[in-house]
Structure formats: structure tokens, C-alpha cells
């Protein structure tokens, strides 16, 4: 029986339901351990002059008060570059930078020593927005740059240009489970960490450099995560280095879980970005020249912030052939908590721009934006229909395809950094999905609606996905996996893949249960442990299981052919039957091993691996996989960086009241590509939670902050994430069947983070609505479109007219 | 604790106080709730707290006993002093539900519950909705389903969808979303979340 494909259900289900699933403040606690919170700069940006600890240390209860010096390693560190402090020692750059650790027996005394610490700072300067970054030349890394053609001349000599800026903004993470460590100290001065994290190499890492060991002295286990969405990608290595660190000089187990308000306060988000940009275009809204500039918020530290600013410049293309271009990116430096991965890590950002411009050139020309997607698309490598209509028709009747050649046509495959776009079903996706969604006639309906209505609009758009798969840095598209055959024939499967819910150890347990054609029970995956799986990955960019599940399938092909040449030599070796010992026909299947010219003679796994194992036959593999062919030079700005695309299209629906401005989305229709899935019920789970993930950003999660940059949205009460409320009534998921997917696992596709963009396509359907008031010109929203900024663009039309008529 | 009625009355005060105490942080130190405790004790109830007192709760069926503080929610008893963990904290303010118990059959935010309220009523939570080491409906339906990612919200979830089924043998789905308002999901569980809790209510009626 084969599992792969089948809607096994996820792995930790039914500790899910019961409520026996532990995540990491579920551990019990351990003899004498100690909780341990930390004081922050009260200035988002300060020197700092002094801090008293004495009165703290007295309170009772507390066993460790702890500054920048106590620490026995580094206190700098960072994924990137080091410019990260675990405790301030000098300047706080973000307000609530940890400046002392605590650690005492309880919760009281933790509260009562954190009033007694007395820190004294000297306020510097604040830069919390990026237009006062760019004014202060504030920047993270250098200015990088993707560009082809003389982009200045082609805008120069096009029909029509436009031009114009968009605000897109941040996300907070909100993972229910908060950031959280548990730590207990070995010996010798090693460590065992319990960390929520989706990269538990980085915080070994970290980890070792703060305490000052080797990193083979610290060990580092993630069973799984209430959520990461990104957020722990490097930001959970913070934590576990403050409880480390206390479990280092108390030489007691150390637990620090953060609030959900200190979390939400105190570490990063989506990048906020602002994008300017000039577009040129002919009557049919094909663009023939683009020029954005984006600049990033990446708050006060490079973190991943250069790779997020890469994969929005590599996404502003997102489905559409640009022949003139030019993006370029700058990561701006603020006084804010550092900024993060975020599932979609920077394209979301890049494609809400083409988006917008897409939408813009739409309403100039007063077009549906539909058709103008559609004449910007990518083509189709193998059947192009504008190349097949070029060849077949020589009478050439359209405009636009005759004053081009098929060459050129064909040459509409290449991206602005040089990789060609294969295997697109993005033309097929642009066939169904507007039939089966009922484009053409909804807005016809929707059109006269809004001639019709006074206190309503209504509003759509179908905006598509290429999401590029695999790690632009080319070092982490590599994963490793351990795979271990006991006597009775279970399996022991670990791999760098960290669970966040998105199912990966699902995934690879259904493809070891195929590989070595045992039943799915008999597999079970252990904790991700960086001393069972060494140098890993972080488990981001949609990879998790393309890349661990290639590397358990590996391990597994292994085993399978070792135990073949074993099964054929010893067991099913008949020299009386005339039949000579052949690894290649035994075969594995539903837990049993026979040779295929003698199907009768059958054998439990079981069994074979008894005697695999008495005849002392290794029974354990590491497998690895390292994704070919995939590279990018960030100075030039070529490459190939993407194994493949995941691909996907959506059309939303949204209903505006002209009076409030409240905005409700009434339907949307989705349609991906994901391969053959390996799991549908968990894929599709996947699909659905990413949009709505995507809905909530563009639409109701604002991050509010103070004049002194405290974020002030930091719990639910006043930061809005999507509830029941917020789905639209009616929601279509369709997959596409597409099996053409030969470069990845099991021709699947992966799918984590693309269904988040397709959230962007509510936004456009409000910026479509806007249209309708606006009479013509060009609506300015920025992301998102809370219902007060779509109020303020309903009243901003009123008063023009009001104006108008006096 | 004697009878529970009595008690009612005197925790709320108690309730107030302890989330005076909470939200002002440096402002309000112990001291100036034991004045205002000693000050109000002639004339209203008695004062309990703020030393811990024992405390006995009936969960899932079973009498369980702790020394907390007069202050400490419902949430933090049973995860903090009765060791069942599986109902989760996130916000700790009412927001997200991922805290959901019953008491006497309604669900409720046990973060927003002292527990020495719950003193003396019927309380579930996730580890009792199975009966040994049969699921309940909406558990089975939940697996089947899909209605999960990262679990975290799920206790909750499940808490206000079986909930629901106790006292509405036919849902609508708008019954399963009302009865979910107040659950948040980040994974964006949602719609499979219904058709678990629909399917679930079907099962229960055969
Ligand atoms: S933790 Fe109780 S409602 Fe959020
Ligand atoms: S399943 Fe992750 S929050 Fe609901």
C-alpha cells in the first residue's frame, strides 16, 4: 500500500485533540528549576549610563541577576552578521532590548525583582519610519540591484507611463505558543535546550557562542512548535540563549516562555516596505519597461532582512514578463525590534507592488485588470499558445501578437535575473479559473451594482502566484536524515525538519513507510536534535519536506538496496530452484519481502531485518540531499535560484460600505498547482491557512506604535488577526492536476508559503472597488486596507465632488 | 471553603483587587492591597488572599486539591498547581479562547476564571472530554478532518465545539461559527474546523 498521496491524518493528531501533545511550557518542571525573564531598554534608542541590580538580587526567591558582562562567551552574534547583542552593553537600538537576565524560584519574586532593576540611559535619536531612514541614509548592507535592458529609454518611448509609491506594511507572527526555551545543564559545561524553533542549528549556535562551548557541547531538541510562521527562524535563538546562559552560571534547569505582549512587543515582524516606481505600458496594458525602487524596515539589525529585501526584488516580476527592468533594494535601519522571516519571506511584499501596478494600469486605461494580467504573463514553454497561434495562423489577426515574432514571444520566458520560467500552468490556471470562478458575468453584475448603489461597492480581482522554491542562499538547500531499523521492524526517522503544524513529519513518515514498503505505523519520527542531525537547515522557504524528505528517501533507498543484496544472497539465494541470487527483484511492499520470480515465498520485514541484523547487517543510514543546479549572484543580480515555481491564482470578492468604510470579503475562488500532493487533506490545509494568513495582512493587521516606538497593538484586544468572522461565506479550493513536476519529490510541489500571497488579491479587489468611486482616477491605498483607510480614500472622493458641485 | 454561594461574592471582590494588582504593576505594591483587604474586612465579606489558601477543584471528575493564591485564574491552577497542561495560555485576556474549559457545562476562558470561583462546580477540560480511550465525536471528526496544524488552539477549539453538540444536537454552520467567534486559529484552521464540528454533530445523532 502506498501512502504517499493519501490523507494520512497529521502525526501529532491525536495528542492535538487530547490535549497530550507537549510544547515546551507543557514540560513539567524540573528540581530547581528556574524561571527567567529579562529587563529592556525603556528608550527605543539609548546609552546606556548605568544599571543597579543590587535591590533585585536581594529580593527573595531570586538566584541570578545577570548583565552584558556575566556573560562567560560572546554577546554578539547574529544569523547573518554579527550585530546583535544578546544584552546591551553599550546602546539600546530598540525599545525593550534586553539589558538584564533574571532568574529566580518563582513568578512573584521575578515580578518583584524586575521593578527592582534601576537602569539609567541617555536617549539618542529615534528612526522608526523609513522615510526618515532614507532622509538619514540609515541603512542595513548595501543597495542591490536586478536589472535588464535600458530601462529609462523604454519608459522614455512608451504609449503610456505611470508612477507613484505604495506602502506596504508589517505582520506580526502571532504564533499562539509565544517564544519559549527550557534548559538544563550538563556536564562539563554542556547543555540540552529545549527550544520552539523552526532552525535548532542557529540556536546551537548561537547558544554555544554565548556560553562560551563548542558547538558539540550543546544539544538542541524541537518536538514541535505551537506556530513559527517564520518568527522562529532566528528569533528563537534569543531565549534560549538568556535561559542558557542562566543554566550555565546557576548550574539549574532554566525556563523562560514570553508572554504573548512581550513577544508581540519585543521581537520581529514582516518587513514593512515602501516601493517607488515608474512603469511604462502600451494601449494594452503590456508593460514595456519597469523601474521600482523598494525600501525595506528591517529595524535595528541585519538579521535575515538582506535575504527578505532579495526575495522581493526576485518576486516584483511575480507572474509577468518584464523586457525593460530595473528593481532595486535597500534595507533601511530603524529603532525597532529587528525584522524577521515571514512566511513568503519578502515576496509578498514584491508582489503586492506588480499587483498594485497591474490594478493601476487597469483603471488608467480603463480596462478590467484581468485582461491586462493576462497579456503580461509569462508564457508556456512547451505549448505556448501564442507561439502555436503564430505558426498555425500567418494571417496573424491580433494587433499586438503580429508585431511580434515568435522568437520574441518565446523569449517571454525569462525572469529579470536571467532563470527561465519552465513548466508554467499559469496560462491553464488563467483559462479555469476565471470559468469556474464566473468572472466574466460577476463583473457585469458588479459594474452595474455600483451604478446602481449609493451605499455600497463592490470590488474584484484575480491575482496569481509564482512562488520561487528553494533557499536563494545556495549553502541551506541542503538536509540530512537519519534512518534507524530496529529488530521488530519499526523505524526510527529524524531529519532537520522542525513540525510547526505544516506537516512535514507527516510527510516523511508516509515516504519511509514507501520507500522501505512497511506499513506508516511502524514509522515513527523522532524530535528534531541537532545531535542526531547535525548542520541543518532552518525548516522556512516552503522547503521543509522537499528538502528532508529527499534526504529520509535517500537514507532509505540505502537500506532498501542493502537489504535487497542481503535478502537475495541469504534468504531467497535457491540454487535447487534455479534461481540465482538478485538484488533487484526482491521486492518490498505491505511489510513483507519476497523475490519477485517467487511471489510465494514470502517474508515479514520483520523477519528480514532479524536476520539482516544476526548475519550483522548495518541496519541504520543518514541520508542527504543537497537541490541541484540552483544558484544566484546577489552583486550581479543573475542566477538561477529557484528549483522550480509553485503556481496558483485567486479571485476575491469584497463588499465596501460607502458609509463606514467596512469592508467584508463575500467570495473567493482559488486555484493551485501543487504537483502530485502528498498529502491532500494536509496540503490543502495548508492552502487554506495561508490565505488567510495573507487576508489578515492585507486587510485588518495593523501595527500600531507609539511616538516613542512601543508597539501598541501587542495582544489580540487590539491587533486583528482573521477569526471565524472574517472568512468569506463562499471560499472554492480547487487543485490542478498537474504530475509534470519531474525535478521535485515525488513530483509534488511545495506549497507552504505560496497560498499566503494569494491573500493580496482581496486587496486588489478593494483597490478594483475604489475604482468604481474614484470615477476614474487612481485610487491610493496602502497595505492593508483597513476599513479606516478605505474611509478615508470613500470620504477623500466625497469631498472632491462635494467640492466639484459648490 | 465552606458553601460556595458565599464565596462567589467575596471572590469577585477579590477578583477586582487581583486584577488591580496585575495591571498597575509597580504602582500598587502588596502592601497597599493587604491595607485596602484589612481596611474593607469589617464592614463587607470576608477577605481572602493574598497568601495562598487551599483550594479544591473537581476536574473532570476527580477532587483535586492546591495551595494557590486567591488571585490565580483558573488557566494558571490547572496548568501551574494541578499539572494538566493541556489547556493552553496565549493571551491570558479573554481574547483568543485557546484557554477554553467548561464549568458546569459552559464554556469559559479559564483565564478570565479565579479559580477559586470554579470551587465547588463541574469543571472539564481537554484531558476529560474522552471517555478512557474513547474520543469524543468532535475529537474523532477533528483527526478525520484535518481541523488542526500546530494543536495549539486546539484544546480550545475542541472545548467550544463539543460544547456546543452538548446543547445543540443539530448545529447550523452558523451555530458552529458563533460557537467558534471567539477561537482564534493562526494556522487558519477554520473552515475545516466547521466541517469537523458538522460532521461531528452527525455522528452523535446516529
Ligand atoms: S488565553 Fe484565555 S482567552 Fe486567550
Ligand atoms: S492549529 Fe495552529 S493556531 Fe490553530
Same mark, same amino acid.
Given at each position: ?105 518563582? *513568578? ?9 532593576? &534601576? ?5 539618542? &535619536? ?10 538619514? &541614509? ?111 552560571? @546557576? ?22 516596505? &515602501? ?50 527592468? *530595473?528593481? @532595486? ?44 494580467? *493576462? ?99 545556495? @549553502? ?240 489580540? @484586544? ?89 | ?206
Amino acid at each position: 500500500m502506498a501512502y504517499v498521496g493519501k490523507d494520512i491524518p497529521h502525526d501529532s493528531a491525536i495528542g492535538h485533540v487530547s490535549g497530550e501533545s507537549i510544547f515546551i511550557d507543557d514540560i513539567p518542571p524540573a528540581r530547581g528549576e528556574l524561571l527567567c525573564d529579562f529587563v529592556g531598554s525603556p528608550a527605543a534608542h539609548g546609552k546606556l549610563i548605568s544599571v543597579d541590580i543590587e535591590e533585585a538580587k536581594g529580593v527573595a526567591g531570586v538566584v541570578a541577576v545577570l548583565v552584558a558582562k556575566d556573560i562567560p562567551g560572546h554577546n554578539k552574534f547574529g544569523p547573518v552578521v554579527k550585530d546583535e547583542r544578546l544584552l546591551v552593553d553599550d546602546v539600546a537600538e530598540f525599545l525593550g532590548a534586553p539589558i538584564v537576565l533574571i532568574a529566580a524560584e518563582n *513568578r512573584d519574586a521575578l515580578r518583584e525583582a524586575k521593578k527592582r532593576v &534601576k537602569v539609567e540611559m541617555q536617549p539618542l &535619536k529615534p528612526i522608526f519610519s523609513i522615510d526618515d531612514a532614507i532622509a538619514a &541614509k540609515s541603512f542595513l548592507g548595501p543597495q542591490r540591484v536586478i536589472a535588464r535592458g535600458d530601462v529609462e529609454k523604454a519608459i522614455g518611448s512608451s504609449e503610456y507611463t505611470l508612477e507613484g509609491a505604495l506602502e506596504v506594511g508589517g505582520q506580526e507572527h502571532f504564533y499562539l505558543e509565544s517564544q519559549a526555551a527550557i534548559v538544563y545543564p550538563g556536564e562539563h559545561g554542556a547543555v540540552i535546550v529545549h527550544s520552539s524553533t523552526q532552525h535548532p542549528t542557529e540556536v546551537q549556535s548561537i547558544v554555544a557562542e554565548v556560553i562560551g562551548v563548542p558547538f558539540n557541547k550543546v544539544t538542541v531538541i524541537c518536538k514541535r512548535m505551537g506556530g513559527g510562521f517564520g518568527g522562529k527562524e532566528t528569533q528563537a535563538a534569543q531565549p534560549a540563549a538568556m535561559a542558557a546562559l542562566v543554566a550555565t552560571l @546557576t548550574k539549574r534547569p532554566a525556563r523562560i516562555v514570553y508572554n504573548k505582549d512581550d513577544d508581540m512587543r519585543f521581537t520581529g515582524k514582516r518587513h514593512p516596505f &515602501k516601493s517607488w516606481y515608474k512603469v511604462g505600458f502600451d494601449k494594452s496594458g503590456q508593460i514595456t519597461a519597469l523601474s521600482i525602487d523598494h525600501y525595506s524596515n528591517g529595524g535595528c539589525t541585519v538579521d535575515l532582512s538582506l535575504a527578505v529585501l532579495e526575495r522581493a526584488m526576485l518576486h516584483t516580476d511575480n507572474a509577468y514578463y518584464l523586457p525593460n527592468v *530595473r528593481i @532595486t533594494g535597500q534595507v533601511c535601519k530603524t529603532n525597532l525590534p529587528s525584522n524577521t522571516a515571514f512566511r513568503g519571506f519578502g515576496g509578498p511584499q514584491g508582489v503586492a507592488n506588480i499587483e498594485n501596478i497591474i490594478e493601476e494600469i487597469a483603471i488608467k486605461l480603463g480596462k478590467d485588470s484581468l485582461e491586462v494580467r *493576462r497579456c503580461n504573463l509569462y508564457g508556456s514553454e512547451e505549448i505556448d499558445p501564442q507561439i502555436a497561434q503564430i505558426h498555425a495562423d500567418s494571417e496573424e489577426k491580433n494587433l499586438r501578437k503580429s508585431a511580434q515574432s515568435a522568437d520574441e514571444i518565446s523569449s517571454r520566458l525569462e525572469t529579470p535575473y536571467g532563470q527561465i520560467v519552465q513548466n508554467n500552468t499559469l496560462p491553464e490556471i488563467f483559462e479555469k479559473l476565471p470559468a469556474t470562478s464566473d468572472y466574466e458575468k460577476r463583473r457585469q453584475e458588479i459594474e452595474q451594482f455600483n451604478r446602481r448603489n449609493r451605499w455600497q461597492l463592490r470590488g474584484m480581482s484575480m491575482t496569481p502566484v509564482k512562488f520561487g522554491i528553494s533557499f536563494t542562499k545556495r @549553502t541551506l538547500n541542503q538536509a540530512n536524515a537519519l534512518v534507524n531499523i530496529y529488530t521488530d521492524g519499526t523505524v526510527m526517522v529524524s531529519t532537520g525538519g522542525t513540525e510547526m503544524g505544516q506537516g512535514v513529519n507527516t510527510r516523511v513518515r508516509q515516504i519511509v513507510a514507501d520507500e522501505l514498503g512497511i506499513s506508516y505505523d511502524a514509522v515513527i519520527m523522532s524530535a528534531t536534535n541537532t545531535d542526531k542531525n547535525n548542520n541543518t537547515s532552518p525548516t522556512a522557504a516552503s522547503s521543509g519536506t522537499d528538502l528532508n524528505g529527499a534526504a529520509a528517501a535517500d537514507a532509505c533507498g540505502r537500506l532498501r538496496n542493502r537489504l535487497a543484496e542481503f535478502a537475495a544472497d541469504f534468504v531467497f539465494n535457491d540454487g535447487e530452484a534455479g534461481i540465482a541470487a538478485s538484488a533487484e527483484n526482491i521486492a518490498f511492499e505491505d511489510g513483507m519481502v519476497w523475490d519477485k520470480r517467487r511471489p510465494d515465498h514470502r517474508m515479514t520485514f520483520e523477519q528480514l531485518v532479524c536476520r539482516a541484523y544476526i548475519e550483522r547487517v548495518n541496519l541504520g543510514e543518514r541520508g542527504f540531499y543537497a537541490t541541484p543546479g540552483v544558484d544566484f549572484n546577489r552583486e550581479t543580480g543573475k542566477g538561477h535560484p529557484f528549483l522550480y515555481y509553485t503556481n496558483g491564482a485567486a479571485v476575491s470578492e469584497v463588499l465596501i460600505d460607502r458609509l463606514t468604510g467596512e469592508m467584508k470579503v463575500t467570495r473567493v475562488d482559488l486555484l493551485m498547482d501543487l504537483g502530485n500532493m502528498i498529502n491532500p487533506g494536509i496540503d490543502r490545509g495548508q492552502v487554506v491557512g495561508g490565505f488567510i494568513q495573507g487576508l489578515g495582512w492585507v486587510t485588518t493587521e495593523e501595527l500600531y506604535y507609539a511616538a516613542n516606538g512601543e508597539l501598541m497593538s501587542h495582544s489580540p @484586544t487590539t491587533y486583528k488577526i482573521p477569526n471565524v468572522g472574517d472568512l468569506p461565506p463562499t471560499f472554492n479550493v480547487a487543485l490542478l492536476d498537474n504530475s509534470n513536476n519531474t525535478v521535485s519529490l515525488k513530483r509534488s510541489k511545495a506549497m507552504g508559503e505560496p497560498p499566503l500571497l494569494l491573500g493580496i488579491s482581496v486587496w486588489a479587489a478593494v483597490k478594483n472597488a475604489l475604482s468604481y468611486a474614484s470615477e476614474g482616477e487612481i485610487p491610493k491605498l496602502a497595505l492593508p486596507s483597513t476599513g479606516e483607510r478605505i474611509l478615508m480614500a470613500l470620504t477623500s472622493y466625497m469631498k472632491e465632488r462635494v467640492a466639484e458641485s459648490a | 471553603m465552606s458553601t460556595s454561594s458565599s464565596n462567589r461574592g467575596i471572590s469577585r471582590r477579590g477578583f477586582l483587587k487581583g486584577a488591580g494588582v496585575t495591571a498597575a504593576g509597580a504602582a500598587i505594591g502588596e502592601s497597599a492591597v493587604v491595607a485596602f483587604a484589612e481596611e474593607s474586612a469589617p464592614k463587607g465579606p470576608k477577605i481572602v488572599g493574598p497568601k495562598p489558601l487551599s483550594v479544591s477543584l473537581k476536574v473532570n471528575g476527580a477532587e483535586k486539591s492546591a495551595a494557590i493564591e486567591p488571585r490565580t485564574t483558573l488557566a494558571e491552577a490547572l496548568r501551574v498547581n494541578l499539572d494538566m497542561t493541556g489547556t493552553k495560555i496565549v493571551c491570558d485576556r479573554g481574547a483568543c479562547s485557546a484557554c477554553t474549559v467548561w464549568i458546569d457545562g459552559t464554556p469559559v476562558n479559564s483565564c478570565m476564571t479565579l479559580a477559586i470561583d470554579a470551587q465547588g462546580k463541574d469543571i472539564r477540560t481537554i484531558e476529560g472530554l474522552a471517555m478512557g480511550d474513547t474520543l469524543h465525536p468532535v475529537q474523532e471528526q477533528f483527526i478525520e478532518h484535518d481541523a488542526m496544524q500546530c494543536g495549539f488552539c486546539t484544546p480550545g477549539m475542541i472545548m467550544s465545539c463539543a460544547a456546543l453538540l452538548e446543547h445543540n444536537k443539530n448545529p447550523s454552520l452558523d451555530d458552529v461559527k458563533t460557537a467558534t467567534s471567539g477561537n482564534l486559529c493562526r494556522c487558519g484552521t477554520y473552515p475545516k474546523v466547521f466541517d469537523a464540528t458538522l460532521a461531528a454533530a452527525k455522528m452523535m445523532k446516529a
